[in-house]
């Protein structure tokens, strides 16, 4: 069914249906699909709403995202979304998730449990391609600058610090330190 809709499109499948009743529509695929006792209608269902969030941008899927209360959906949602974004069919997906996931990583009540999610999938995108390196670097730096207002991040943005330092320097003529600079500068001003 979620490929259905893909192909044919949100607007022709909703024909009637609010945003809302959509989402909720989406969402209830997704949770049976994935909650079925049978393995290959959870993987179909899977592959459905990959299929889906890769085709699209996140804005109309933002109800259902937001929707995932329990914390094994969310994590699946965040870990495919991730993966997508490695091999995205579209720029635009790439850019919105890219956003989508800097804004999530610096809001003050983001839950736990998902601040490790993201980080890992920022880990994992920073090794696969140095594309990925001045969104994250920015994102650092703000967290850093942040810190007063929001230090639950501050250790998941070192990690994600310490990832691109990595990725960075395997140039072996050593040119990217200055890039580097403003950032540790932001690191000491927190231990000052």
């Avoid at 069919?89 to 999530?104: D, G, M, P, W």
């Avoid at 990925?132 to 703000?142: A, D, E, K, W």
Wanted: contains cysteine.
């Amino acid at each position: 069914l979620l490929k259905a809709v893909t192909v044919i499109g949100l607007e022709t499948a909703s024909r009637g249906m609010t945003e809302a009743d959509l989402a909720k529509q989406i969402l209830s695929w997704v949770e049976y699909g994935l909650t079925s006792d049978y393995p290959f209608v959870r993987e179909s269902a899977l592959h459905g709403f990959i299929y889906l969030m890769q085709s699209m941008t996140l804005d109309p899927l933002k109800p259902v995202v937001q929707m995932m209360s329990s914390i094994d959906y969310s994590n699946l949602i965040w870990s495919a979304s991730f993966r997508i974004m490695e091999e995205p069919l579209q720029v635009s997906f790439k850019n919105t998730l890219i956003q989508r996931t800097c804004e999530a990583f610096t809001v003050m009540n983001i839950s736990p449990h998902l601040l490790p999610v993201v980080t890992s999938g920022i880990e994992a995108l920073a090794l696969h391609s140095t594309s990925f390196l001045p969104q994250f670097l920015q994102l650092v730096s703000g967290c850093f600058k942040m810190y007063a207002t929001i230090s639950s991040t501050f250790i998941y943005a070192l990690r994600i610090l310490i990832v691109c330092v990595f990725k960075e320097e395997s140039d072996p003529r050593r040119a990217s330190a200055q890039k580097f600079e403003p950032i540790l500068e932001e690191l000491y001003n927190v231990y000052v």
